[in-house]
């Protein structure tokens, strides 16, 4: 995503499970003691709401630095707009039976960046949103 948190020079760590074919998806994690507290919460909450909801459980479910192959991508079916998409993508990686790699990233925090993100709205949207998946055929 284009938020200001990622590093640039975390390109090719999160690519690389891909080239190495380990992977057909990567999720940069951000360290989550690096967060504010009440970032670092609602990931925690989001995180358990993802495995929950769509049975994978992941460490940074809300991260936006992602990469995937050509395959997966076109496996790959985001309905969702705004910050849904992060939890979406996850029941994708697990509809599709898609190998998931998981690699540390850093993470910029400036006053701009960490007005950004999920808040208690956003999160109820989310998840008014897992529970229609359910629903969806």
């Known amino acids: 995503d284009a938020d200001g948190q990622h590093e640039i020079g975390d390109i090719p760590k999160v690519c690389k499970p891909l080239q190495d074919g380990e992977a057909d998806v990567v999720i940069g994690v951000r360290p989550f003691e690096d967060m504010p507290i009440s970032k670092s919460y609602a990931n925690l909450i989001m995180n358990a709401l993802t495995f929950i909801f769509y049975g994978r459980n992941v460490k940074d479910s ?3 630095l992602r990469a995937f192959t050509a395959e997966a991508a076109d496996k790959i079916n985001i309905v969702s707009r705004g910050y849904g998409v992060s939890s979406e993508f ?10 998931l790699s998981e690699v540390t990233i850093t993470t910029i925090y400036t006053p ?3 007005n950004k993100g999920t808040d208690a709205i956003v999160g109820f949207r989310i ?4 529970v229609l998946d359910l629903f969806r055929i």
């Open 62 to 64: 809300q991260s936006g």
């Open 90 to 99: 996850i029941k994708e990686i697990s509809d599709k039976d898609l190998r």
């Open 112 to 114: 701009e960046t960490q």
């Open 127 to 130: 998840l008014t949103k897992m």
